[in-house]
């Protein structure tokens, strides 16, 4: 035993900073499946509450879906529960094999390899598929789990002003001498729900002969006419070398990533990528339930259509009553607050009121730029929306910023 006072006093000083800097992340628990209406205990020791979700990821309302639901218990009943292995060693079953196939015909790519989840992914591609020889060219703004991966390659890093094709083209050019470039996006932002340029960044890379990776986990399923993603919207499907996602969010929601895209690449992730080798293999229920959500989506774009009227349903309802949002078109709609403390007080009045939705400040996004973010789910019927419009306005009231501009919140509010 060799955790002495002396250590323990040194991490509850930095908890306790933590606690003082008003950043200490409370959880709040769900007692019910996932979905539009659920029961959530908080604070915790408190009776049930039923609240409207308006934070899930829970894009396609497919994470407590009667169909996937069954097609889990069904592979839970056929394949057992766990696999005990890596997918070498004696982890892969034929539905490991056939989902990967299923996820390849549905972005329009040459292959896929699965991986524990999309953090894995991304932990693991660029350290398989680059050496020191080569430069990872990053959008400033992508996703944390990137940003560890990158971490772990021995290729150089450089970045590029977020969604900047002028400063990105600069960046290649600097970058001619390397043997391999390739240049990294997230293809929906989450903390903005802007989407990035892959045409533009296409042309770019076909120009300086580099290739491009795009993580789209915040649109796989429904961005796209059919829900293909980023690649589809930007009419460059066919053309993204490695797209990494996520059966974590609208696919679903349970867990489990994957790399997608040519063939080789997928190969070396195969041969090389640790999270691959090392970790265990996604669990049968899992794969089974994922393997029925693209089945759905690849019979109708029905899901995707009905989320893409509610988010625009959503907004215009938000914009109207006079709330300042990020500009976009995609299911994250973020309510711009700049003043930390207020995006806090505003998410615990609507909690009040029957409305779960999160506030988002630094370090998660910019100083100065706390938010709600809201996130529309296909699972929302237009009653779920009319009720939370209404309680968002009745608190917009409340703090008396609505019809405000952004210099005005923070004339009252400050930063
Ligand atoms: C959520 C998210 C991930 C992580 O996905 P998991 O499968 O939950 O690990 C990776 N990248 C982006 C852009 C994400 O939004």
């Known amino acids: 035993m060799a955790f002495s006072e002396k250590i323990r006093n040194i991490y509850k000083e930095e908890l306790k900073g933590i606690e003082e800097a008003g950043i200490f992340k409370k959880e709040r628990y769900i007692h019910s499946p996932q979905a539009a209406d659920i029961e959530v205990e908080f604070p915790k020791g408190s009776s049930l509450k039923k609240v409207i979700n308006m934070c899930a990821n829970n894009y396609l309302g497919l994470s407590s879906h009667p169909e996937v639901i069954k097609a889990a218990h069904e592979g839970l009943d056929s394949r057992g529960y766990g696999m005990s292995s890596v997918r ?3 982890g892969t079953q034929d539905i490991h094999n056939e989902l990967e196939r299923k996820v390849t015909e549905f972005l329009g790519t040459e292959d896929t390899i699965l991986f524990p989840s999309c953090m ?15 430069v990872m060219i990053s959008d400033r703004l992508v996703h944390a789990s990137i940003i560890d991966g990158i971490r772990l390659a021995s290729a150089e890093h450089d970045t590029f002003k977020h969604s900047n094709m002028k400063h990105l083209e600069k960046k290649l050019q600097l970058h001619s001498d390397k043997c391999r470039r390739v240049v990294i996006t997230d293809g929906v932002f989450s903390m903005d729900g802007d989407t990035a ?15 491009l990776f795009v993580d789209d986990s915040h649109a796989s399923g429904f961005i796209g006419k059919t829900g293909r993603g980023t690649h589809e919207k930007c009419g460059v499907v066919g053309k993204i070398d490695i797209i990494t996602t996520t059966f974590g969010k609208a696919l679903g929601g349970a867990s489990g990533g994957c790399v997608s895209g040519r063939k080789e690449i997928v190969e070396m992730c195969r041969q090389k990528a640790r999270p691959y080798l090392f970790s265990n293999t996604i669990a049968p229920v899992v794969v089974a339930g994922v393997m029925k959500v693209f089945d759905i989506l690849s019979a109708s774009t029905e899901r995707r259509d009905k989320l893409e009227a509610n988010s625009t349903y959503w907004r215009k309802g938000l914009e109207d009553a006079g709330f300042v949002l990020q500009p976009g078109d995609t299911p994250i709609v973020p309510i711009m607050l700049f003043n930390a403390k207020l995006s806090q007080d505003i998410s615990n009045d609507l909690y009040e009121k029957g409305i779960y939705a999160i506030g988002f400040f630094f370090p998660v996004v910019a100083k100065g730029q706390a ?9 929302h019927e237009k009653h779920h929306l009319d009720k939370a419009l209404g309680v968002f306005i009745e608190v917009g009231k409340k703090y008396d910023i609505l019809g405000k501009t952004k210099q005005e919140i923070i004339e009252m509010y400050g930063l």
């Not at 894995?120 to 080569?134: I, M, R, S, T, W």
């Not at 938010?371 to 699972?379: D, F, L, N």
């Open 120 to 134: 894995d992914a991304n932990a693991g591609v660029f350290e398989a598929v680059l050496g020191k020889e080569d």
């Open 197 to 211: 340029k892959l045409d533009e960044m296409v042309a770019l890379c076909e120009k300086y002969d580099a290739m």
């Open 88 to 90: 070498f060693i004696c």
């Open 371 to 379: 938010r709600i973010r809201t996130q529309i789910s296909a699972g």
